[in-house]
């Protein structure tokens, strides 16, 4: 019976991202995905006729261009249109405007507070500061402390170096900054509640934490270190929704000789005296394998893949204590026109970017802490976006797409499981929070798509619906990762690897733990890495 050289648990972007790196470097390589289409949560899919969602992730910009070049994605279809606009609509009827143009943008704060205005230039040199500290770190694998490995110690000299190349004060703000809350860190700048709230968005996407958490500016970070054609922190969207990302990687995995096979989902993984030998699906049959990478998240991998009796107990301990808690839902929406919104005109770039009515601080903290409570929250945060603005194709002529990313949605309500009555009451919250300040808004629905953390966990297989598979939270990031002494990819079973957005640098649409995962395989393998491009700097 044929043994692949490497079978990838999970279609997903980091799946694949892997899958297309060991293929090329000359391995035969079997990727099983338990739903019939590719993607996890990069996905487009035709719910209605004639209107295509994204269905899960809906906005690019995380994803490493050095992957993109490396697998010649754009080659095979992808393109990344960037935004064009944003705003934070206001309960007074006004609005804060968000441009690409860096001085358009002070001019805009200036309308607000002429202090604001001048110190934006003194935040976003700081904040590109920490971007360029830990920007590098994300395409390398991070070392393991305890270890005195030749390339342990030398990535160790590598971060030792970094922080000695900061001053005393940098080196002050730069740990204040890793552990400090987003709302502390804006207040350091801005005296403005719609300001604040309009740089705060970043530091609780996908988070389950409120904007007063601590460990909530870094979260910020994560969001800012993407790019899009060359101009860093810039956000897009990819040409007929993101599953053109994943479809994109799927042809180059299968230009190069890689195999996919759909509704394959995977029962267990097959464990011989401590080493994996393949995989069993759910209907049986048994795949072997000279070794397995899963892109499972840390919690589904080890503790339903994989027996508890092949695993050490402080390693099991370690894994459940790993956070990984669904605080977000998703609401898709098809529009036959363009909604109004009375404080824009008609024609605003505002339009063709992400929008929200969260307009202070305070609103944010508060959604949280209905999450805390157990229940959706009542005034939710939308991150809401219409693609269809730049990319027609993803509609009928003349009708929209609108995507809306919610927080808060917590994984259990109120300690029971999530119903079709609790569904629609979270889809409501989203519904009347967007017509109050569009005025014929439920008029123009044509169709929603609700996606609560059970229906999320239950198609894409993320734990309690979390998008990160695990919290970015300083205690979580790094060699800790998702656990100390197993953040290289490896696990204790020989020849199980991880490869998901539970180890590191971490969540988004970015494809570095995929890639990281495939450079550690092939380093094992004694097989060449001449084909992996090296992080380059682009701040």
């Not at 049959?285 to 070794?291: A, D, T, V």
């Amino acid at each position: 019976m044929k043994a692949w050289d490497a079978i990838v648990i999970g279609g997903g972007h980091n799946g694949l991202v892997n899958a297309c790196y060991l293929q090329r470097a000359g391995l035969d390589v079997l990727v099983v995905e338990k739903n019939d289409w590719v993607g996890g949560a990069a996905t487009s899919r035709e719910l209605t006729p004639g209107f295509v969602y994204s269905n899960c992730s809906y906005v690019c910009s995380l994803f490493r261009p050095e992957i993109m070049r490396d697998l010649e994605l754009p080659g095979f279809g992808l393109q990344v249109i960037s935004y064009e606009g944003g705003a934070v609509f206001t309960r007074d009827g006004d609005y804060l405007a968000n441009y690409r143009d860096h001085d358009a943008h002070r001019r805009e704060f200036a309308r607000f507070s002429r202090r604001d205005a001048e110190a934006y230039d003194r935040y976003t040199r700081d904040v590109t500061r920490q971007c360029r500290f830990i920007q590098p770190l994300l395409m390398r694998t991070a070392p393991d402390p305890t270890s005195f490995k030749p390339r342990d110690i030398s990535e160790l000299l590598y971060l030792g170096k970094k922080f000695a190349g900061l001053s005393a004060e940098e080196m002050a703000l730069t740990l204040r900054f890793w552990t400090m809350s987003i709302s502390d860190f804006l207040d350091e700048y801005f005296e403005t509640d719609v300001i604040k709230a309009n740089f705060a968005l970043s530091g609780i996407i996908g988070t389950a934490l409120g904007p007063m958490s601590p460990g909530t500016a870094y979260v910020l970070l994560h969001h800012y270190m993407g790019e899009v054609d060359g101009s860093v922190g810039a956000w897009g969207y990819a040409r007929g929704g993101m599953g053109a990302v994943t479809k994109a990687l799927a042809a180059s995995f299968k230009a190069s000789g890689g195999t996919i096979r759909t509704g394959a989902e995977v029962d267990h993984v097959l464990v011989s005296r401590g080493k994996a030998k393949g995989v069993v699906l759910a209907g049986g049959e048994e795949i072997y394998g000279k070794l397995v990478v899963s892109n499972a998240d840390v919690k589904r991998t080890f503790l339903k893949l994989v027996e508890e009796k092949e695993l050490p107990e402080i390693f099991l301990r370690r894994v459940k204590n790993f956070k990984i808690r669904g605080s977000s839902g998703k609401v898709n929406i098809a529009l036959d026109s363009l909604p109004e919104f009375p404080a824009l005109a008609k024609d605003s770039p505002v339009y063709r970017g992400d929008m929200h009515f969260t307009d202070s601080i305070e609103r944010m903290e508060r959604a949280y802490d209905d999450w805390k409570a157990g229940r959706w929250s009542a005034d939710p945060f939308l991150d809401m976006v219409i693609p269809t603005t730049l990319d027609p194709t993803m509609a009928p002529p003349g009708k929209h797409f609108m995507s809306c990313f919610v927080q808060y949605a917590p994984p259990k309500v109120n300690g029971r499981d999530w119903t079709d009555a609790d569904r629609d009451g979270f889809a409501e919250s989203v519904v009347a929070q967007i017509a109050e300040y569009s005025p014929g808004f439920r008029d123009r629905i044509v169709h929603m798509e609700v996606r609560t953390p059970r229906e999320i966990e239950a198609e894409v297989g993320l734990t309690e619906g979390n998008i990160f598979q695990g919290e970015l939270t300083f205690d979580q990031l790094l060699f800790n990762r998702p656990v100390p002494g197993y953040a290289q990819y490896r696990s204790p079973v020989g020849g199980l690897y991880m490869c998901g957005s539970s180890t590191h640098p971490g969540g988004g649409v970015m494809g570095a733990p995929g890639r990281n995962a495939a450079a550690e395989i092939l380093r094992d393998l004694a097989k060449s890495t001449s084909h992996m491009s090296l992080a380059h700097d682009v701040i």
